[in-house]
């Protein structure tokens, strides 16, 4: 459609009232596109159209208003209505983030609860050997103690017996207390027997043996039994567990008190 | 009118507020038309509301390089109507066809208030009566240069005639106004 025909035929008037079929409205839309000239023509047209029918206008029942934004709100509230849900899917997301980290918090606070727990064994078992230790230490602080105050007494008698030809290696340390009636020994020196036999010590009384007692090798000091009016005092290697005489044959030292 | 373009963008963006100023501003223009067209206050009413209803959904179609957006708007109230005419028109023919235009120009007679008024009632009575038909009336050109009584050619140059004269008048118009402020100043 060139110019010169759409401007001598009304086509634009027609292209104004929507008369033209959709093809012919598209060629008219080319042409107006290609002439400005008929762009005015187009706009004076639509212009004087407008002007009339506002001149024209007729007032209308305001409720019509109302029903149209009501009926356009109520199919929009129906996309709106996907917002709470998005809210509460955020909702959802926040609470499950917190239970996630509530939920690591908890695991990493059960691990430390059970490597605490482990430190906390170590450290009473730790705490039990030193209490056990210092028991130890404690006691033989006592013993040591006792051994020292028994030998530094003054009325204590010290008595070295030294071994004869049979042991020579052989020493025991006798401490003697005539007013407390008691006998202390070191046996230090005293070589190791084997497990059949131990050395048994024996008071001469008047010629006769009387049994002080059998040496407990465990321990380095040690009481013995205190024998009345002692003449002498003799230690042998007996069966073990201690014999009712003393094997004479068998005795390895003696030392005669004053 | 081209302070619209703000509003229309903001109502091809579904601006519910921008559809209530839209039709305060066009409603009363394109009832008018409606009315005229159907001469039944009622299915006015309705075709109006379908008529904003569809400005609202198809907003993203109109496209303001093409023309303003009354037209537009005019274009979608006036198929509307002759749709809905269309199908009475059907119902009513089968029945008696002179009973409905005999009814017609009662009910013409009772609708006062639709009587033309405006510049257009200064045009010669032919070319009120072309403009009339085509748009106030909704009948194509072919319907109403027969309605009249003339050639298509006659009917097409009454409209142009019309037109003319209607600008003319608009410019007169405009040009008294600015004459009146420029006095009162």
Redesign the interface.
Known sequence: MDKAYILDNGILELYVLGELSESDQQQVDTAISQYPELQSHLDAIEESFEKMAFENAIDIPVNIKSELLNTISNTTTKTVSIAPQKSLRSYLNIAASITVLLLIGSVYMYSQLNSTKKRLEVVEQENAKLNSNIENLNNYLSETNKWYVAINDPDVQKYVLTGNAMMPEATVISYVNNIDKSVVINTKYLPKLDDDHDYQMWADVEGEMINMGVIDKSKDMLAMNYIDNAESLNITIEPAGGNDHPTVSQLITNVYLQ | ?SNDKALILKLQS?D?TA??LI??KY???????I??MCRDEDAA?NL??DT??TI?EKSDKYDPN???F??WA??IA??KTLNFLRKTDQLIQVEDLSVYKDRTEEETDKLD??K?????KRLDAHHQRA?EL???NGL??REAHKEMDVPLGTF??Y??QA?RQ??QS?FKLIIFLMVLIDVMR
């Open positions: 009118m579904k519910e559809l209530g039709y305060d409603s009363a223009a394109l009832y008018g038309v009315i005229r009413k109006l509301q904003f209803m609202w093409k023309g303003r009354y037209t005019y274009r006036r198929n208030y639709l033309l008024k405006g510049t257009i403009i085509v748009y106030f194509t050109h097409k140059s409209i142009k037109l209607l600008q608009y």
